[in-house]
Structure formats: C-alpha cells, structure tokens
C-alpha cells in the first residue's frame, strides 16, 4: 500500500498552483473544474482506503484505514455546496430536482445494483427479492460500501422538503437540514447501523453553511490566508489525534475531527488549485468509481486473497476500477443524450 499511496500523492502534486499574494483561486464560488478534480482524488483515496483494511500491508495502512470518515465529509460537503448553489442558481425552484438526481444518481446505482445480483446468481450465491429489497434500507447494501449513496439520496430528499417548507429563507433552510440530520444520526444509532454510517454526517450541513456564507468567509480568509490556514490545520490535527489515537470524547471527537478536517481541506482550496487534468478525469467518473470497486472488491475476494497477494488485488482493483467507470460513464452518458434528442423531436 506503501507504493501506491506514494505514487497517487506524486500524482496528486502534479500541476499544483499557488495563488498569488493577496488573491484567491476562488474568490467568488468554489469552481466547478476545482470541485472536480478534488472529487477525483476523494475517489482514489477512498478504493486505497479500502484497500489497505483488505490487503493490511506497508506503513501507509495506519494512515489510510482512519481515512475513510474525513473523506466522506468532504464529499458530502462539495455535495451538499453544489446542490444548494444549484438551487440559488435556479431561482430558488425545485423544477427538474427528481429528473437530475434521478438521471445522475439513482439511475446508474439501480443499474449496478443489478449488476450486483446477477453477479451473485452467477456465482450461484442464494439471493431472493425480500433480500434484494431489504438490503435498500437494513444497512447491509448488496454492493459493498455503496451505503455512501444511500445516505446522499436520503439527503436528496431532506433538501427537498426542508426547500419545500423554508422557500426562499435560506437560513430556515439551513436549520431544518441540519435537524433532519440531527434526527437522522440519532435514528441511525439507534437502530444499530455501524458508525460509518453517519460519523461524517455533518459535513452536509457544513457544505451548506460554506455556500451560504462564502463570500464572507473567503473576504476574512483572504487577509490573512496562512494563519487561517494554520489555525485550522492545528486545530483538525488535535481533534484527529484525540478521535484516532486517545479515542476521547466518543461521537463529539469524531465531529469534530471530521468537521475541521473539511474546514481546512475547502480553506486550502482557495489558495491551492488543483490543475491535474487526470484528477479531473476521476472527478467526472468519481460515481461510477465508488459503486464499482465495491463490485470488484466483491469478484476479486473470491479469485485473489488480498492479505497474500496484495499489489496484485489492489494492481487489479485500480485499474479495473478506472477501465470499468469510464466504460460505464461513456456509455449511460450517451444513452442519456440519445433519450434527451428523443424528447426534444418528440417536444
């Protein structure tokens, strides 16, 4: 795991930019080209993190089993900006949200999903509708680790109807977001899903709360750049020290780490740009990499013991992860158009 991290952090380096002295990279809005490519590089680090609790071999497995949770967060973070800036953008409508996310996302989960069964069927492993249909919502997704996408299409729909009640009162809107989610990790808990379900939660309230006062905060950062930087770097080791090593503090440590560790990684963006035209690559395939190593992770467990053969299953895993995405992306994407000309002649 040791090599593999090295050279995807080598690769992460390449056609990195400094702003310049008193500017910013993204003085006005996260741009949608930065936002990209750092979701190409989420994307790897998390097939490596899964990696290494697979394989648990090199150095580097200590680093990258912890990853998972601030890797989430900030994913959910540029999820829950997005999808806001979306809604400003259209005017505070909600015309067309179902038919973007349906297309986007629940469309090519359910069409991996049933990748995923007839994988099991050809493996002759016993799989019925009850547990097809149980497997939505008791925790246990049959695509391995694809709960991520469960939990953004559940936070799709609290968006939805916290718009619906709040209108145009952003800050109305914040708040019911926030207590959903509130309500949400508290169900969760409750019902005994495993922690990973809902530790990184409250990166979507912050990508929120980011896209709400962005100017705000990038005018009080842009004064004093690298002592913003530094503080909230200091401040996201201490809690990921106290979460990760001394175990303080329970849930209220992982919020916190998760929560600074976002704060600073969206705080270097604005002084960082990500120029890395593979890393943008990953970014726009980065849904069809996160269901798809969980399919791969599956196949090769059952041809490849990872802990014997480790740079061969991880070897395997990246690259069938990227080839299989791509080919994927490329082709739902062109069905997509053909389905959308259609409509326009039929229109």
Same mark, same amino acid.
């Given at each position: 795991? =040791?090599?593999?991290?090295?050279? /995807?952090?080598?690769?992460?380096? $390449?056609?990195? #930019?400094?702003?310049?002295?008193?500017?910013?990279?993204?003085? =006005?809005?996260?741009?949608?080209?930065?936002?990209?490519?750092?979701?190409?590089?989420?994307?790897?680090?998390?097939?490596?993190?899964?990696?290494?609790?697979?394989?648990?071999?090199?150095?580097?497995? $200590?680093?990258?089993?912890?990853?998972?949770?601030?890797?989430?967060? !900030?994913?959910?973070?540029?999820?829950?900006?997005?999808?806001?800036?979306?809604?400003?953008?259209?005017?505070?409508?909600?015309?067309?949200?179902?038919?973007?996310?349906?297309?986007?996302?629940?469309?090519?989960?359910?069409?991996?999903?049933?990748?995923?069964?007839?994988?099991?069927?050809?493996?002759?492993?016993?799989?019925?509708?009850?547990?097809?249909?149980?497997?939505?919502?008791?925790?246990?997704?049959? %695509?391995?680790?694809?709960?991520?996408?469960?939990? %953004?299409?559940? @936070?799709?729909?609290?968006?939805?109807?916290?718009?619906?009640?709040?209108?145009?009162?952003?800050? !109305?809107?914040?708040?019911?977001?926030?207590?959903?989610?509130?309500?949400?990790? @508290?169900?969760?808990?409750?019902?005994?899903?495993? =922690?990973?379900?809902?530790?990184?939660?409250?990166?979507?309230?912050?990508?929120?709360?980011?896209?709400?006062?962005?100017?705000?905060?990038?005018?009080?950062?842009?004064?004093?750049?690298?002592?913003?930087?530094?503080?909230?770097?200091?401040?996201?080791?201490?809690?990921?020290?106290?979460?990760?090593? +001394?175990?303080?503090?329970?849930?209220?440590?992982?919020?916190?780490?998760?929560?600074?560790?976002?704060?600073?990684?969206?705080?270097?963006?604005?002084? +960082?740009?990500?120029?890395?035209?593979?890393?943008?690559? /990953?970014?726009?395939?980065?849904?069809?990499?996160?269901?798809?190593?969980?399919?791969?992770? /599956?196949?090769? #467990?059952? !041809?490849?013991? *990872?802990?014997?053969? *480790?740079?061969?299953?991880?070897?395997?895993?990246?690259?069938?992860? %990227?080839?299989?995405?791509?080919?994927?992306?490329?082709?739902?994407?062109?069905?997509?158009?053909?389905?959308?000309?259609?409509? =326009?002649?039929?229109?």
């Amino acid at each position: 795991m =040791d090599v593999f991290l090295l050279l /995807f952090l080598l690769l992460c380096l $390449i056609g990195v #930019k400094l702003a310049p002295r008193g500017t910013l990279f993204n003085g =006005d809005r996260l741009e949608r080209s930065h936002t990209v490519a750092l979701r190409g590089l989420l994307s790897i680090l998390i097939v490596l993190d899964h990696s290494s609790l697979l394989t648990g071999c090199g150095h580097s497995v $200590i680093v990258l089993k912890r990853a998972g949770p601030y890797v989430v967060a !900030l994913f959910y973070a540029l999820s829950s900006y997005g999808l806001l800036a979306s809604y400003i953008k259209n005017g505070y409508t909600l015309k067309g949200y179902w038919k973007k996310r349906v297309q986007g996302t629940i469309i090519p989960y359910l069409l991996l999903y049933a990748a995923a069964v007839l994988i099991r069927l050809l493996i002759k492993e016993a799989v019925s509708v009850k547990e097809i249909l149980l497997s939505f919502v008791n925790g246990h997704p049959l %695509i391995p680790y694809s709960w991520f996408i469960l939990t %953004i299409v559940g @936070f799709y729909l609290i968006f939805y109807l916290s718009a619906l009640l709040a209108k145009r009162d952003l800050d !109305l809107l914040l708040a019911l977001v926030s207590f959903a989610v509130f309500v949400s990790v @508290f169900v969760l808990k409750k019902l005994g899903f495993e =922690d990973f379900w809902f530790n990184a939660a409250w990166g979507i309230p912050l990508g929120l709360v980011w896209q709400r006062f962005y100017r705000s905060i990038t005018s009080a950062f842009q004064r004093h750049p690298w002592v913003y930087l530094t503080v909230t770097g200091l401040t996201a080791l201490w809690w990921i020290l106290i979460a990760e090593y +001394f175990f303080w503090f329970g849930y209220l440590a992982r919020l916190c780490s998760t929560l600074s560790v976002s704060v600073f990684a969206l705080l270097l963006m604005c002084k +960082f740009r990500i120029g890395n035209p593979i890393l943008r690559f /990953f970014g726009k395939i980065s849904l069809e990499i996160y269901l798809i190593h969980g399919l791969l992770v /599956f196949i090769l #467990k059952n !041809l490849i013991a *990872p802990e014997r053969q *480790p740079y061969l299953f991880v070897s395997l895993l990246l690259a069938g992860t %990227i080839l299989l995405s791509w080919l994927f992306h490329t082709g739902y994407s062109r069905m997509i158009r053909t389905i959308r000309r259609h409509d =326009d002649k039929q229109a």
